[in-house]
């Protein structure tokens, strides 16, 4: 075995793939050629699903990774065309039939050297991550930039998983909450809330996960994700995949008329596409409404209320936004934010740095948090990238856990005021975080050109002089007064020395 990270497997990969000379390999035939091989390698794994199809695996089951392989390699180039057809016709349908996986997204290379020289890569590869991070999960995350970079047109994105499980501690779910997670991705939100509830010891049933993606080959690479940690433990069959993992395509079915197949949630997160639809996207996915979106953010923000609306328990959302939202000049952006403060209790507003999404983006974001309780009518801001000295991350050095062990404290803190404002005082504000306060029933009151902006300016910083005591104060002033009278009487003596020098000239 050779120990390699994930990204540095995902790169001598592709260069492997690449470098086939019948022709220019799109990233999306590199993901259809690693994905179910990857998903086959740790199908043999325990604790990594394998017992999840255990009652599945009956005699038509001989593709165990540890004994496939060596029988492929064994048979060589002059039997490739043959196992070709055999992975084509049995062994592709069948992951279909087990695990809902669809043939289209897996392919087999046509040269028997390349494929040989691809399934010995992924064999003796054991997968390390210098953060601890979860392997399987970045090599699906990585396999999702793949896709991001090579069509960015579809918005795909790859959250870095500290952000994934801050939001995820920051709304903290459990075994009684409906997660559900709009543009899933690859379902790391959904495994951070399964995992949370875990740690807490309150585990929720996975059939209460909820995921959707416009994308069809996310979809396939989110239920590889999934099946690999073990969700759905009771059933699977490409129904019983679909029921249980629920993840479909959001943008291609109405946002507005789901007809009840996600359930009203009580918890959602997501990191929606960020940018503008085109044109022929808005026509094809807007909603009769009065007024019209051109941005993917709206239309996912007015989607979750929608979920959250018939769900009468504390319902909650934390979604990744762009400053478009928060402090567009636009009308129909003017108009959404107004409804926001009017209708949504806005919990925390979290300022990030500058972060690479993909390989191919690097977005200013933010973080907004809201929930269904009566307005509080004040916003907790905290300006992470200043606290982190305007630090620009990478898609491979990304931003970690550490980074937002302060700001957890402070939502502690502010949680903790929230519930009982007249026990716990509101967190100091500092240069890095302040309260915002606004009062919908002035808004009438306010200019028609008022921006209602979600990204006020943080207050000013007390000065030295602000912050001192009366009695300090004015010493602070009598210790000037001298130093001023001390500066005149040294001009003074300057001027009268130069005065008796001209004269005796």
């Known amino acids: 075995m050779r120990k390699i990270p994930v990204h540095a497997f995902i790169h001598e ?63 060589g180039a002059t039997h490739f065309e043959e196992c070709r057809r055999s992975l084509r016709e049995e062994l592709h349908p069948l992951l279909g039939k087990l695990f809902g996986l669809k043939s289209e997204y897996m392919e087999i290379n046509k040269k028997f ?50 952000i994934t499980r801050f939001m995820v501690q920051i709304l903290d779910p459990g ?40 994308v069809e080959e996310v979809v396939q690479l989110a239920r590889m994700n999934m099946l690999l ?69 709206a239309w996912f923000l007015q989607h979750s209320w929608r979920k959250m609306q018939g769900y009468t328990a504390y319902a909650r959302c934390g979604m990744v936004v762009s400053s478009a939202i928060l402090d567009g000049r636009e009308k129909q952006k003017i108009q959404l934010r107004k409804e926001i403060l009017q209708k949504w209790n806005i919990l925390m507003v979290v300022w990030l740095p500058e972060i690479a999404f993909s390989p191919t983006s690097s977005e200013r974001t933010f973080l907004l948090f809201f929930d269904k309780r009566p307005l509080t009518k004040k916003i907790l801001h905290y300006n992470l990238a200043s606290r982190l000295g305007n630090r620009t991350y990478t898609y491979t050095e990304s931003i970690q856990d550490s980074d937002f062990a302060e700001i957890l404290e402070t939502w502690k803190h502010w949680k903790a005021h929230l519930e009982s404002p007249e026990q716990i005082q509101e967190p100091d504000q500092t240069e890095f975080r302040w309260i915002m306060r606004y009062d919908p029933q002035t808004f009438d009151w306010l200019p028609a050109h008022d921006p209602y902006t979600l990204l006020p300016l943080p207050p000013s910083t007390p000065s030295q002089e602000e912050q001192l005591s009366p009695d300090e104060l004015l010493r602070q002033i009598e210790k000037n007064h001298l130093q001023q009278r001390q500066h005149i009487q040294r001009l003074q003596e300057l001027l009268s020395r130069f005065s008796k020098e001209g004269n005796n000239v």
């Open 175 to 214: 075994s009684e909450d409906i997660v559900y997670d709009p543009a899933c991705g690859t379902g790391d939100f959904l495994l951070a809330a399964e995992r949370h509830c875990t740690q807490k010891k309150d585990a929720i049933d996975t059939n209460r996960l909820y995921g959707r993606d416009s």
């Open 229 to 297: 940690h073990g969700i759905n433990a009771e059933q699977v069959q490409q129904q019983a995949v679909e029921s249980a993992l629920r993840i479909e395509d959001t943008l291609n079915r109405p946002l507005f008329y789901l007809n009840g197949e996600v359930p009203d949630a009580s918890v959602i997160m997501m990191h929606p596409p960020l940018g503008r639809y085109s044109s022929k996207a808005k026509d094809a996915h807007s909603p009769k409404s009065s007024v019209s979106f051109d941005c993917y953010e």
């Open 13 to 75: 990969a592709t260069q492997l793939l690449k470098a086939d000379s019948t022709g220019i390999i799109s990233n999306k035939d590199i993901v259809k050629q690693l994905a179910w091989l990857l998903f086959l390698k740790h199908l043999d794994k325990p604790g990594n699903g394998q017992e999840l199809f255990a009652s599945q695996k009956q005699e038509g089951w001989h593709y165990s990774w540890s004994t496939w392989v060596p029988r492929v390699l064994q048979q």
């Open 113 to 162: 050297e390349i494929f040989q020289r691809l399934i010995q890569l992924i064999d003796e590869a054991e997968f390390i991550s210098k953060s601890g991070e979860d392997c399987i999960a970045q090599l699906y995350s990585a396999l999702l930039a793949l896709l991001a970079e090579e069509d960015k047109k579809k918005g795909i994105f790859a959250t870095p998983p500290a």
